[in-house]
């Protein structure tokens, strides 16, 4: 069992290239590329599940496979395979591209979740976030630039937090890290490196109020493109995030500090732009960076159950955010956008609104539970503050979610004069349609068995806290 670990991988990796390569060619029709691509995203996904409970190391220990690394990955391969389904690929510049982009990132994320030192885990980031500007650039290329610098200041902040992390403990190994973080004062001199490490994270996840930098180009990208820079690209510096509190967890306050203020910001600034932008794209963005927000919440209180809800809360996350911007496809801009999708699209009305209701918090859904699951750790750690910053942030959230639901299932269908530029109905698929309902489905199952999934995540941070 142990030689397939590593599979899923392969997988994700060859059918990247394969598309990239097919996507050259001229004079065949590709329209069974989608499904093909989903497909794959969903056997390396199965294979994931049946090999990934093996624990082992490769590579000398730059590659573990524990509990961690299974969760992580079988949250971004689902939400890659549903991003892929739900897309209307006659918005994408280059659909084939597109696909193996999706791919990659979620690979890098597979990176990140499996690694086993400082190297492993800025690499996974690097590609993740290359993906993000790849696609970017096939619509809009002055974004992809602005993309590209911003992200540029973010691994330099994050290799320079981490240089000097090193050059702390005198270790690059995660496992080596944490040991001699045990013996390590929260000292100025190793606060500062955290920060840095932090900030550069932030940047790349879109913390409030650093999303004022990536809304615009979630705004202007096309939908898939969106959806790996508001979620792929996040999930994969929140998965880093993870990592880096669970190996400084001996010393929490070289951390938390920092953590919890983000977090503050984050969880108010992202409810109240949510409620007062009425871009549906945007308040998706703005509702992703306010659960953002209380993923870095949970990472604050340095307890065990508090890194268990941000791991449950992080793969609700990473299914809504990535997935959200694709199935409202060409309905992403105007006040009438999304007005009378109910009747429309039933499908995809209803997966449009369980993707904003759960990146709200809304019960009964995966990011209620996450929400609720964090704000019991905070309350267990005496944040008090916090918490109550936090439910103001959520009670926002819910009203812009609110908002949108009353567009799509409360208002009439505008008619075609009436509609904004841009504002179009996707194109309505068989994949498509099924891969709505399938996006549902995950959605709301997420929600329904999330006390064994809650059971998963924390024997997935008990794995990074030994």
């Known amino acids: 069992m142990r030689n397939f670990v590593l599979v899923p991988e392969v997988m994700v990796v060859a059918g990247a290239l394969a598309l990239l390569v097919a ?5 065949r029709s590709r329209w069974w590329f989608p499904g093909a691509a989903a497909g794959l995203a969903l056997a390396a996904l199965v294979v994931e599940l049946w090999v990934g409970a093996t624990l082992a190391t490769f590579f000398g220990g730059a590659l573990v496979q ?13 939400a890659a395979a549903l991003a892929i389904a739900v897309t209307d690929w ?3 510049n280059a659909p084939a591209v597109g696909m193996a982009m999706i791919l990659l990132g979620a690979f890098g994320v597979m990176v990140i979740a499996s690694a086993g030192d400082f190297v492993g885990l800025w690499a996974g980031l690097e590609v993740a976030a290359a993906a993000g500007v790849v696609l970017v650039s096939l619509r809009r290329s002055d974004l992809a630039l602005r993309l590209l610098v911003a992200g540029g200041v973010a691994s330099g902040l994050l290799l320079i937090g981490l240089a000097f992390i090193y050059a702390t403990t005198g270790a690059a190994d995660l496992q080596a890290v944490r040991h001699a973080a045990a013996t390590t004062g929260a000292t100025l001199p190793f606060g500062i490196p955290v920060l840095l490490l932090l900030g550069g994270l932030a940047v790349r996840a879109g ?3 650093l999303q004022f930098v990536r809304v615009p180009i979630g705004l202007g990208a096309s939908p898939l493109g969106a959806g790996i820079v508001i979620g792929l690209v996040a999930a ?3 998965t ?4 880096v509190t669970a190996l400084l967890s001996p010393v929490p306050a070289a951390f938390s500090p920092y953590l919890m203020v983000a977090a503050a910001v984050a969880m108010v600034v992202g409810g109240a732009a949510a409620l007062a932008t009425r871009s549906p794209r945007a308040r998706l963005a703005y509702l992703a960076a306010g659960q953002v927000g209380w993923i870095a919440a949970g990472l604050a209180t340095h307890y065990r159950s508090g890194l268990g809800a941000s791991v449950f809360l992080l793969g609700a996350f990473a299914i809504a955010a990535t997935a959200g911007p694709a199935v409202m496809a060409g309905a992403d801009i105007g006040e009438f956008a999304l007005a009378g999708m109910g009747l429309l699209r039933p499908a995809r009305a209803a997966a449009i609104a369980l993707v904003f209701l ?6 009964p859904l995966a990011g209620f539970f996450g929400e609720f699951a964090v704000a019991a750790s905070l309350a267990q750690s005496g944040a008090m503050w916090l918490l109550a910053l936090g439910v103001l942030g959520a009670v926002m959230s819910v009203g812009a979610a609110i908002g949108t639901l009353r567009a799509i299932y409360l208002q009439n269908p505008p008619d075609e004069s009436r509609r904004v530029a841009g504002a179009r109905l996707p194109v309505l698929t068989r994949l498509s349609t099924y891969g709505a309902i399938a996006l549902c489905v995950a959605i709301a199952g997420y929600g329904i068995f999330a006390n064994p999934i809650v059971s998963l995540a924390d024997q997935a941070s008990e794995a990074l806290l030994r």
Do not use: C, I, Q, W
């Open 23 to 27: 996507g050259r060619t001229r004079g």
């Open 358 to 363: 759960s990146l709200a918090g809304a019960p």
């Open 207 to 209: 913390l409030p109020p």
């Open 90 to 92: 006659t918005e994408e």
């Open 66 to 78: 524990d509990r961690f690394a299974l969760f992580a990955k079988a949250a971004v391969l689902l």
């Open 240 to 243: 880093v995030a993870v990592k």
């Open 236 to 238: 994969a510096a929140l």
